[in-house]
């Protein structure tokens, strides 16, 4: 296929390190997994509406890619395929800490909502 398209490996191949470099895309890549993942837990629990979904997913965002950039952008540069899942961490210790509310609960919600949909949600991923 690459043939037909005139593409060789070694152009697919730097292209694809480079858009896997890319902190947005690599956070699109995992939201897309998570999205597509359905948590063991099939109703949320009542406090987490739709939009408080998405604030909790805003701030806890906010929070992670801030700390990210502080802490970790440097150590990050030799695999970056770490970043997407440290930041999904970092973000769902920071809902448990500030909210009691587990990371199996918030699944949940982020399934049943469909809140990386959401195009405020998609926005503020792209600001960070």
């Known amino acids: 296929m690459f043939e037909k398209l005139c593409i060789t490996p070694e152009c697919f191949e730097r292209t ?3 858009l896997m470099n890319d902190p947005y895309v690599s ?3 995992f939201n897309l997994g998570i999205s597509m993942e359905q948590p063991a837990k099939s109703q949320p629990p009542e406090v987490l509406t739709s939009q408080k979904t998405i604030e909790l ?3 806890s965002n906010d929070f992670a890619f801030q700390r990210f950039k502080d802490k970790y952008m440097d150590e990050t540069l ?3 395929m770490i970043m997407p899942v440290l930041i999904s961490s970092m973000a769902f210790d920071w809902v448990k800490l500030n909210h009691q509310i ?6 949940s919600a982020l399934f049943v909502y ?3 949909e959401n195009p405020s949600v998609s926005e503020q991923m792209q600001k960070n």
């Open 57 to 59: 997913v805003k701030a």
């Open 27 to 29: 956070m699109e890549l």
């Open 114 to 116: 469909r809140v990386y």
């Open 16 to 18: 694809q390190q480079e």
């Open 78 to 80: 030799n695999d970056p």
């Open 102 to 107: 587990s990371e199996e609960e918030l699944k």
